[in-house]
């Protein structure tokens, strides 16, 4: 079965460090890869996707970036963390257009 | 852009009573998905729906796909402790296209169920 892993599972940073969370799905090839911030109240913002190694689509300009290495990992980055950046994110995939997307259980990103 | 109108925002209920939840959009999707967050944790997935009238149980969670393609509503028949939650709906029209990897979110609905 398809399983999906996230770490860390939270994390402190100060502003102006740098960022990478990581992302890998296990199980599958070829898979869709989504993050997603989760604020406070709820909603949760697409942020990049990614359909094959090294493609990446952005979906809100910000102060982040993604990266895909391989095939089934996918990094969330920032060279340098605003306040801004605190938020619950969340990875997830899909096997196809046809297919729903199964979420990871997510990092909780502190900026002080 | 899609937007998704979730209903009620949040629900205080006793145990054993049923709950209802809907969503309706202002265009249509050919997929609607719901979801359950724990706190700390991802949406997990409760059902898919995938055609236009469809009725879709699992345990005791239906789910509908409304005929318009505009609504889908998510019910809890005989509800316990562990039922709480955020609960999620989510459009997507699945085909091909960029467009076409984006789900739409509804906002949530809050569960909390006295014992």
């Known amino acids: 079965s398809q399983t999906i892993h996230q770490w860390p599972a939270t994390l402190v940073q100060p502003v102006g460090s740098p960022l990478s969370l990581e992302c890998t799905v296990e199980?599958?090839?070829?898979?869709?890869l989504y993050w997603y911030r989760q604020a406070a109240g709820r909603g949760l913002q697409l942020l990049f996707y990614?359909?094959?190694?090294?493609?990446i689509s952005s979906e809100v300009p910000q102060n982040l970036s993604a990266s895909r290495p391989q095939d089934r990992q996918f990094i969330l980055s920032s060279k340098k963390l605003l306040l801004s950046d605190s938020g619950f994110y969340l990875c997830?995939?899909?096997?196809?257009?046809?297919?729903?997307?199964?979420f990871g259980d997510g990092t909780r990103l502190s900026i002080l | 852009g899609q937007q998704l109108n979730q209903s009620p925002q949040s629900m205080f209920i006793q145990e054993g009573e049923d709950v209802s939840m809907n969503c309706t959009s202002s265009?249509?999707?050919?997929?609607w998905l719901w979801y359950k967050q724990e706190p700390g944790e991802g949406p997990v997935l409760l059902i898919a729906?995938?055609?236009?009238?469809e009725l879709t149980s699992n345990g005791r969670l239906t789910a509908q796909f409304g005929i318009t393609r505009k609504d889908s509503f998510l019910n809890i028949s005989a509800s316990i402790p562990s039922d709480v939650g955020i609960y999620f709906c989510?459009?997507?029209?699945?085909?091909?296209?960029?467009?076409?990897?984006?789900?739409?979110f509804g906002k949530g609905t809050l569960l909390t169920v006295n014992p």
């Open positions: 997830a995939w899909d096997q196809g257009l046809d297919q729903p997307q199964h």
């Open positions: 199980g599958t090839s070829n898979p869709n």
């Open positions: 989510a459009g997507h029209n699945r085909g091909s296209g960029g467009s076409n990897y984006k789900l739409t």
């Open positions: 729906l995938y055609k236009a009238g």
């Open positions: 265009s249509i999707f050919n997929t």
């Open positions: 990614s359909v094959g190694i090294g493609q």
